[in-house]
């Protein structure tokens, strides 16, 4: 399951996206989120592939134009699940405020934030 959230943008929106946030390389085996930890950075998969695990159980792999750590800011809980990279990965990283700035600012992706959210809620 990958879905890129900037498929769903007009291509002026994803290009502000992008450069709101601070392009990052992270290693294998790296975990930039973890499970029942406070929601404060979401990540945009540049490149690579990471896997969604709750309770140690993989429940999907995202790859590029994914973005992990969304669902818990977007809801305001606790992180639903852990994320590890299966590969070396490139990403854009977020605040919890810039990305929730970003969701007011730029209404298209905002909802596709929302979208994704919702679409994995429940997952698992």
Not at 29 to 47: H, V
Not at 50 to 55: A, F, L, Y
Request: glycine share 10%.
């Amino acid at each position: 399951m990958t879905e890129s959230i900037l498929e769903a943008l007009p291509p002026a929106d994803a290009e502000r996206v992008l450069a709101a946030g601070r392009a990052l390389t992270l290693p294998q085996g790296w975990s930039p989120i973890a499970e029942s930890t406070p929601a404060d950075k979401a990540y945009l998969i540049t490149a690579g592939r990471v896997s969604v695990r709750k309770g140690g159980v993989e429940i999907a792999t995202l790859g590029p134009g994914a973005v992990v750590g969304e669902t818990a800011i977007v809801n305001r809980t606790l992180r639903s699940a852990t994320v590890v990279a299966l590969t070396p990965l490139s990403v854009v990283h977020f605040t919890s405020e810039k990305i929730e700035e970003l969701a007011d600012e730029i209404p298209s992706f905002g909802a596709a934030l929302r979208a994704a959210a919702a679409g994995r809620v429940g997952q698992g």
